[in-house]
T-cell receptor, first 114, second 116 residues
């Protein structure tokens, strides 16, 4: 069974540019989460999808971040325009409908904003 | 969300049993205790979850006293491959729940180093 996959693994962009991160959850997992670890800080929750609906987006830092999950399958997280403080590792996780307490994380997408 | 406190780091020799204790004094009645493991350049990986007393799986055991204000993750006979960061988390989503509500708070974790 394929795990949670994230793309790209590493992205280097300049301040003001746009980056889109993609997450493919495990097939059949209705719950999808985005987390991130910015430099030197702890892993923090960003938002939670149940299928295509945003269940909780209270962790999104500001309106430069936009997450979508069209059709309830893969998800994208767009940062526009990127700022220096957005640098860090963005993790996606998913969980299956009857085992929601176990999150499966991807390897993360490292974002470097110069 | 209940805050957790763990040792920043621990060292242990191969073959020993390792116990990592986590404090969660403000745990709520409907909270579960979950432990994750993270290797460098990887995402966290679920290890075990419990509510009270003792839970054991093929990887670890989790001991939770009656007051639930702390918990201890026990790793039997560790090997070099167990070197990782271990996170103790508290949240209200049971393992077998149908609906996820996991706004997990990871904290700093415990960096476990296994010495040959």
């Amino acid at each position: 069974e394929a795990g949670v996959t994230q793309f790209p693994s590493h992205s280097v962009i300049e301040k003001g540019q746009t980056v889109t991160l993609r997450c493919d959850p495990i097939s059949g997992h209705d719950n999808l989460y985005w987390y991130r670890r910015v430099m030197g800080k702890e892993i923090k929750f960003l938002l939670h999808f149940v299928k295509e609906s945003k269940q909780d987006e209270s962790g999104m830092p500001n309106n430069r971040f936009l997450a979508e999950r069209t059709g309830g399958t893969y998800s994208t997280l767009k940062v526009q325009p990127a700022e220096l403080e957005d640098s860090g590792v963005y993790f996606c996780a998913s969980s299956q409908p009857d085992r929601a307490g176990e999150l499966f994380f991807g390897e993360g997408s490292r974002l470097t904003v110069l | 969300l209940a805050k957790t406190t763990q040792p920043i780091s621990m060292d242990s020799y191969e073959g020993q049993e390792v116990n990592i204790t986590c404090s969660h004094n403000n745990i709520a009645t409907n909270d579960y205790i979950t432990w994750y493991q993270q290797f460098p350049s990887q995402g966290p990986r679920f290890i075990i979850q419990g509510y009270k007393t003792k839970v054991t799986n093929e990887v670890a055991s989790l001991f939770i006293p009656a007051d639930r204000k702390s918990s201890t993750l026990s790793l039997p006979r560790v090997s070099l491959s167990d070197t990782a960061v271990y996170y103790c988390l508290v949240g209200d989503t049971m393992l077998g729940a149908n609906f996820g509500n996991e706004k997990l708070t990871f904290g700093t974790g415990t960096r476990l180093t296994i010495i040959p």
